[in-house]
């Protein structure tokens, strides 16, 4: 049954008793079609070549070319299956990202047949996923599922990018300071001060203990009003350098140093034999200029001060004496013969 609270009242001037005019409908929709291009971009919008947006729970096909591939979905708590051919091997990083501000995506990574989970992430950068992938073959097929977490969801897109050999989900790539160097990193032998010139750019360092232990790795600027910041970065045995362009920064496994001796970093930690550590010196301010030095120490195999046990020599465990009984003294005299009492 059709209400007549929708049926005008007044023809000639169309208004209806909803309070809707035919110029506030098309309004809505002129203000609807902005927003969808605001989303998802004008030309993006008009391009009848662009595919579509998906809707949450359907099944995915691409196929992946060596330079990457995107795709507009909804992410909802209905997982969306993408399938993902690879054209070329190399290595690449899979994103997917929401495009309200609101949705926390998560991404789920398959081989073409298996049932588990190779790896799932969430939250990589701000609430967007990311997993990274290695084609050994071409043609390889791998799976991922697209969901959110909780009850969000929303619009979104998958992304397929070539990313370097060695890339890690989790790191990001850039082009600043902070970014991993393809070469020009500098040796730091033991007791053997190291000078650099600071500049925008900051300095790097590699260090390679001959024995473990307790080590210190400090910073020295010529001037005491320098301010420097220290980023130590521990690759341990068998395991391999960040890929060319890794913020070192934004790595949670990397140690950060400001102003541990003055305006000076320090490390004082227990290096590994046979492992590498990376260190990156920058300014405090991007402005700051002027010299400092880089030392590395060994202190020795033991622990440090605050956590050293005590020695075995030195443990006197007197419970376990027991002191010989006079029987001369009378029994309720509680006198053993050693008060200081006058």
């Known amino acids: 049954m059709v209400s007549d609270r929708i049926t ?18 098309a309004a ?10 605001i989303v998802i971009g004008v030309e993006t919008a008009l391009d009848t070549d662009t595919p579509s947006v998906e809707s949450s729970g359907e099944a995915l096909s691409l196929s ?12 909802g708590t209905v997982a969306t299956t993408a399938t993902l051919t690879f054209e070329e091997t190399g290595t690449y990083r899979v994103e997917l ?14 081989t073409a047949n298996g049932e588990t989970a190779v790896v799932t992430n969430d939250d990589t950068d701000g609430l967007d996923a990311m997993v990274s992938v290695t084609v050994a073959e071409g043609s390889e097929t791998w799976r991922v599922d697209l969901t959110s977490y909780g009850e969000t969801g929303g619009p979104g897109v998958l992304r397929v990018l070539p990313a370097p050999e060695g890339f ?34 900051g300095s790097w360092y590699q260090f390679s203990p001959a024995q473990s232990g307790r080590h210190v790795v ?56 046979g492992a590498t550590y990376y260190l990156f010196v920058r300014g405090f301010d991007e402005t700051a200029d002027g010299s400092f030095a880089v030392t590395a120490t060994f202190l020795g195999d033991q622990v440090s001060a605050t956590d050293a046990p005590v020695s075995e020599e030195t443990v006197v465990v007197e419970d376990e004496v027991e002191e010989p009984v006079d029987q001369d003294l009378p029994a309720d005299s509680g006198n053993t013969g050693n008060s200081n009492k006058n």
């Not at 007044?10 to 209806?16: A, D, F, I, L």
């Not at 992946?64 to 992410?75: K, N, R």
């Open 218 to 273: 400090s910073v020295r600027a010529a001037d005491e009003s320098l301010d420097t910041v220290a980023h130590l970065l521990p690759v341990l045995p068998g395991a391999e350098a960040p890929a060319v362009g890794t913020d070192i920064t934004t790595m949670t496994a990397a140690f950060t140093s400001d102003d541990d001796d003055g305006f000076n970093p320090r490390f004082e930690r227990f290096l590994q034999q």
């Open 168 to 201: 890690v989900a989790g790191t990001t790539l850039t082009e600043g300071a902070g970014g991993f160097p393809e070469d020009g990193i500098a040796t730091l032998e033991l007791d053997n001060p190291a000078t650099s010139n600071l500049d925008a750019d």
């Open 64 to 75: 992946i070319p060596a330079d990457g591939a995107e795709q507009f979905v909804t992410i």
């Open 28 to 37: 809505s929709f002129v203000g609807a079609l902005g927003a969808l291009l």
């Open 8 to 25: 005008p009242t007044n023809g000639n001037s169309g208004t209806s008793n909803s309070g809707f005019s035919g110029g506030m409908v």
């Open 97 to 110: 990202r929401g495009l309200d501000g609101t949705s926390d995506p998560v991404l789920a990574l398959f």
